[in-house]
């Protein structure tokens, strides 16, 4: 029987999936990120990352990719519980984890469609774009809600200890 966690693949097996959903016609977008947290700025991203087409893959920073990103106190879950977390979401299709600092090598591997990415960036300044654009692809930016963030959260929890 199928489980939600059944979405949590290696990069070889998505790789195939990615194929097989080309090949059926549909468009696959990508996205990326830590999700350490998971508050409803993630889960409004991601819905709007998956209104962008057919199936979303979620790539996932593995936890020692999170502590050389945002510090050795981070991340707060380990890599299998974010992923379960994110696998739960009715937006992933897949979730993949890994381990470099970017996805480049996950965006090189599936080929998507479409990359997507949260914030105030440009979409030639995003890791992978070049990729995604050169093989006839788009990258799109999804704003940040406002008032939602991990730091913040975390920031939130550790005053609510010290009493303040």
């Not at 696959?28 to 990352?49: M, Q, S, W």
Request: proline letters at 5%; glycine letters at 8%; one cysteine or more.
């Amino acid at each position: 029987m199928k489980t939600y966690r059944d979405k949590i693949k290696p990069l070889e097996e998505l790789r195939e999936l990615c194929r097989n959903w080309k090949e059926a016609g549909e468009t696959i977008v990508f996205t990326n990120g830590c999700f350490d947290l998971l508050h409803p700025g993630h889960v409004r991203y991601l819905e709007k990352a998956r209104a962008l087409g057919d199936r979303l893959i979620v790539g996932l920073n593995s936890d020692q990719s999170v502590a050389r990103i945002k510090g050795p106190n981070r991340p707060i879950m380990d890599e299998r519980s974010r992923a379960e977390v994110l696998a739960a979401l009715s937006f992933p299709s897949a979730i993949v984890i890994f381990e470099q600092d970017t996805p480049y090598r996950v965006i090189e591997e599936l080929q998507p469609h479409v990359l997507v990415k949260g914030g105030d960036w440009a979409p030639h300044e995003l890791v992978g774009a070049e990729i995604v654009q050169k093989a006839g692809g788009k990258v799109e930016v999804i704003p940040y809600l406002e008032g939602f963030s991990t730091t913040s959260i975390i920031s939130k929890i550790l005053k609510a200890q010290r009493g303040g």
